[in-house]
Each structure stands twice: as structure tokens, then as C-alpha cells.
């Protein structure tokens, strides 16, 4: 997860748990740090695979379409791995552009809280049944 706000954070994460997702969850408030690990990372999905991406698109250090994009590169160990955009960015071209490198899933993260809670608890039983790439070749 690439979260920046620690409250956004922690709201994804019990609710993912609250629709029954036990797999670990790494937590980044930074991009820089979060693709260091995703590429770089013995752990990390380049090297040790399979992942799932949440990615918000307004991070303090660099924009998620830049994380996004060197996701999905044609040459990229990660550009299989599946990458689900949880944002406040509603605006159509963000979302086209999203599509457009690659992202499998784009969601508008809603403003009230409840609402927010249980679009999150939604996406976790999503989570809970979609099949996840294995990594590229070279990958351990």
C-alpha cells in the first residue's frame, strides 16, 4: 500500500482485514521508498512476487502515475503485477491516463467516512478472489 495519509492508511487496512484479507500489507508514505522495495527489495515483488499494488496518485515525494508507469514499463519485472489506484482524484482524465498505463483498477476514495469504509470493504472481498500473477523470469 502507497498511502500517504496515515488515516486513509489505517481505514484501508481494517477493512481489508473486516472483508477477511490476511496477507501481509507493507505500508509506504512515500514513493521513492515504496519502489525501492518493489524493485529492489530481496522481499519485494520483483525478486519474490506476487503482489497487489493499492497506489494513491498524490504522494509528498513523486506523483503515482510515475510509480505506475515504471510498473508497467514493457520491460518491467512488475508490469503484471496488479495495480488497484484508491484516490481522491475524480477528474476523467487522471482516470483515463490510469487506464491507459496500465492500472486494473481505478476507485474514487468517497469523502464521507462510512461510505469510504465500505467501498474499502468491498475492495477487500474483490482482493479476497482475484488470482495474482506469478513474477517475470529472472525473478527468485
Known amino acids: 500500500m502507497i498511502e500517504d495519509d496515515e488515516g486513509h492508511a489505517r481505514l ?8 477477511g484479507v490476511n496477507n501481509a500489507i507493507k505500508h509506504f508514505v512515500e514513493g521513492t521508498a515504496a519502489v525501492d522495495y518493489l524493485f529492489n527489495a530481496a522481499d519485494g515483488p520483483a525478486k519474490n512476487g506476487p503482489a497487489l499494488v493499492l497506489l494513491d496518485l498524490n504522494l509528498p515525494d513523486m506523483s503515482g502515475i510515475d510509480i505506475l508507469q515504471r510498473m508497467k514499463e514493457s520491460d518491467s519485472p ?3 503485477t496488479p495495480v488497484v489506484v484508491l484516490t481522491t482524484t475524480d477528474d476523467k482524465v487522471e482516470i483515463e491516463r490510469c487506464y491507459d498505463l496500465g492500472a486494473n483498477v481505478y476507485i474514487t476514495k468517497p469523502v464521507n467516512y462510512e461510505t469510504f469504509a465500505q467501498a474499502i470493504r468491498q475492495l477487500g472481498l474483490f482482493l479476497s478472489v482475484i488470482q495474482v500473477p506469478e513474477p517475470e523470469d529472472g525473478a527468485n
Open 78 to 80: 512488475l508490469r503484471r
Open 12 to 19: 484501508i487496512e481494517k477493512n481489508i482485514r473486516r472483508a
